[in-house]
């Protein structure tokens, strides 16, 4: 079975610049959920969908977008970049949203300069 | 507002030096506690779900318990390519939001 992919898997983008990155879940899944990394954040929530709605969000700017559609892939689009938005953007699956296990993909590395 | 902490932040072990990682954790009704291993550069891996203190879990040198209050990972005779950051996550509240601690980095030497 395959699992969670994301691409690109690495971005360089300049400051003011707008970026979508894109999530196919395991198949069968029905939420994405969407984390950024940083060395200094650790791992921070941004959002979850489930069958196309956003069910929660993250203590994050409105620069920070997400959707889901009807086959359960899902986008984030960051608007305006800042140097502060270079991180690890994780995409998470999972067959429900209630106590069940999230599996990762492996990321997309963004580096604005 | 939920809380997880993670200690030590690191720990660095001799092959087949046994060894524990502490995760606590503060959460309004508890869902489940995870627990992934990440490698540099890559996403983390998931490692076990605990739903409810007194349960554990094992897969291989790894056993996973859980308290009201803390969870622990033990590790059994570890082999230098258990090397990774341990991540501890907790789940409460509405929906799947995954609250994480900061990690253990474990670093094992032969």
């Known amino acids: 079975k395959a699992g969670v992919t994301q691409t690109p898997r690495y971005l360089i983008k300049t400051r003011g610049q707008q970026v979508t990155l894109s999530c196919s879940p395991i198949?069968?899944?029905?939420?994405v959920s969407w984390y950024q990394q940083t060395p200094g954040q650790g791992l921070q929530f941004l959002f979850e969908?489930?069958?196309?709605?956003?069910?929660n969000k993250g203590n994050f700017p409105g620069r920070f977008s997400g959707r889901q559609f009807s086959n359960s892939r899902s986008e984030m689009n960051v608007s305006t970049l800042e140097l502060g938005d270079s991180a690890l953007y994780l995409c998470?699956?999972?067959?429900?949203?209630?106590?069940?296990?999230?599996?990762f993909g492996p990321g997309t590395r963004l580096t604005v300069l | 507002e939920d809380q997880v902490t993670q200690s030590p932040e690191a720990l660095r072990l001799q092959e087949g030096e046994s060894s524990s990682l502490n995760c606590s954790y503060t959460?309004?009704?508890?869902?489940?506690l995870f627990w992934y291993r990440q490698d540099p550069g890559k996403g983390p891996e998931f490692l076990f779900t605990?739903?409810?203190a007194g349960e554990e879990k094992e897969k291989e040198r790894l056993k996973a318990t859980l308290t009201k209050k803390e969870s622990f990972l033990h590790i059994t005779a570890p082999k230098p390519e258990d090397s990774a950051t341990y991540l501890c996550?907790?789940?409460?509240?509405?929906?799947?939001?995954?609250?994480f601690g900061a990690g253990t980095q474990v670093v094992v030497t032969p």
């Open positions: 998470a699956s999972s067959r429900t949203l209630d106590k069940d296990t999230q599996y």
């Open positions: 198949s069968g899944h029905r939420s």
């Open positions: 969908y489930f069958s196309e709605t956003q069910r």
């Open positions: 959460v309004s009704g508890l869902r489940g």
């Open positions: 605990l739903y409810s």
């Open positions: 996550a907790v789940q409460g509240g509405r929906g799947g939001k995954l609250q």
